[in-house]
């Protein structure tokens, strides 16, 4: 889904960062009518916050952001009709037309 700009660095540093990002996964992605990533969810379970997690979580977050793609973190007790509401709220209101 993510991969570094080809005009991003050295080559070795492209390919680094390529690992980086290769090797996170997400839980859920939202696209738009064009296969364009617009929201990309993640369960934050109860047996998510051990070792180094959190580690990979920051990684995943700053792809994301460097990407402008938006990430919605769902805690592990949630309320479906408040989920709901949260993920239409984080959808783009007004999506880009694309030809």
Do not use: C, W
Not at 1 to 17: T, Y
Not at 20 to 40: C, E, H, Q, T, W
């Amino acid at each position: 889904m993510l991969a570094p700009r080809p005009a991003s660095g050295s080559q070795e540093a492209r390919d680094l960062a390529f690992r980086s990002i290769n090797s996170k996964r997400l839980d859920f992605l939202m696209i738009d009518a064009y296969g364009m990533p617009v929201l990309a969810v993640e369960y934050q379970g109860h047996g998510h916050f051990r070792d180094t997690t959190f580690i990979r979580d920051a990684v995943k977050r700053e792809a994301l952001r460097k990407a402008g793609i938006r990430l919605l973190e769902v805690p592990a007790e949630f309320d479906a009709e408040d989920l709901e509401r949260d993920i239409r709220k984080a959808l783009p209101s007004n999506p880009t037309r694309r030809p």
